[in-house]
């Protein structure tokens, strides 16, 4: 890595989100806490992030998500009682993956301005260095987690980065979608970005798939970004004009793996599907249960 590029060590999660298409099963617990076949969707998200090496995990929550900071959290009778109880490999699910001390920063967004504003708000515990910044709706199902592969592109590159991945043009409208010089490249330099660009319009059919990384003069931006498409403080808009000013580089990075938007039924449903298909263990009598459902 050259002298002037500096380690990403912080990632930011917004989990602010009402999950209004999850009610009434999100009436009383965070989208984020439902379950991808054994672990919560945001933990499924926080493990790729540690696994590109972050150590600080920042969560920017809202009303009624405090059992998102619990998960987070050591369950300290829980934990005395399997182990009293010799239950070890529960032991071991609970303990193995926690944040550890010091390592986990949560902070409210009070209302519902967009994502831009989200990730705003965690300008002071971010301070002055680049940051990951992952979206988790979005589940990225690969054997190079997501994260890892774009902190490779990071090393070689600097700046700012995006993973992309192709969509059907008839959904560029519900994403943020980029032109690149080189479409077919696992990674190339931004040409242009537009957030929910209207139908045919759309400067090619890759999209921002909620992967990011960012350098902090992001928030200076968004301290002023006025509202973008959906009447909300989008993100895009000013990774646009942070693109335009060409003070840093910006690429996107290929994810060649599975996307699941666990925003939707239909996204959640199936990872959950997809992830109990490939664990070890489920996967094969999970196949002769859906052949007989199906
Ligand atoms: C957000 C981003 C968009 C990105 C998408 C991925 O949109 O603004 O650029 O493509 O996440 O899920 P949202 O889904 O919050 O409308």
């Not at 369950?75 to 609970?94: D, H, P, Y």
């Amino acid at each position: 890595m050259s002298r002037s590029i500096k380690r990403i060590r912080k990632a930011v999660f917004p989990v602010a989100g009402l999950g209004t298409r999850f009610l009434p099963a999100t009436k009383a617990m965070p989208k984020e806490m439902l379950t991808v076949v054994d672990r919560p969707v945001i933990q499924h998200v926080v493990d790729e992030a540690r696994a590109a090496g972050i150590e600080h995990f920042i969560f920017i929550t809202g009303r009624n998500k405090g059992v998102i900071e619990d998960h987070f959290d050591s369950q300290f009778e829980l934990e005395r009682t399997l182990a009293e109880r010799g239950k070890n490999s529960e032991l071991a699910i609970l303990t193995r993956d926690l944040p550890g001390a010091g390592q986990t920063s949560f902070t409210r967004q009070q209302a519902p301005l967009g994502l831009g504003h989200a990730v705003w708000c965690a300008r002071d515990i971010v301070g002055d260095e680049p940051f990951a910044l992952l979206l988790p709706d979005m589940l990225h199902h690969a054997k190079m987690p997501c994260l890892a592969d774009m902190m490779a592109a990071y090393q070689e590159h600097g700046g700012n980065l995006v993973a992309v991945a192709p969509v059907p043009e008839d959904q560029t409208h519900q994403y943020g979608i980029v032109g690149v010089t080189d479409p077919k490249a696992k990674v190339s330099a931004i040409t242009k970005m537009v957030e929910k660009p209207p139908r045919g319009t759309a400067p090619s059919n890759l999209h921002i798939t909620g992967r990011y990384i960012l350098q902090p003069e992001i928030f200076g931006l968004l301290a002023n970004q006025e509202r973008g498409a959906g009447g909300e403080i989008q993100l895009t808009d000013s990774m646009i004009q942070l693109m335009e000013a060409k003070t840093q580089p910006f690429h996107a990075v290929r994810f060649d793996g599975d996307i699941y938007d666990c925003g939707s039924k239909i996204g959640f449903l199936t990872a959950n599907v997809a992830y109990a298909l490939a664990r070890d263990g489920l996967g094969v009598e999970l196949r002769s249960e859906l052949k007989k459902l199906l």
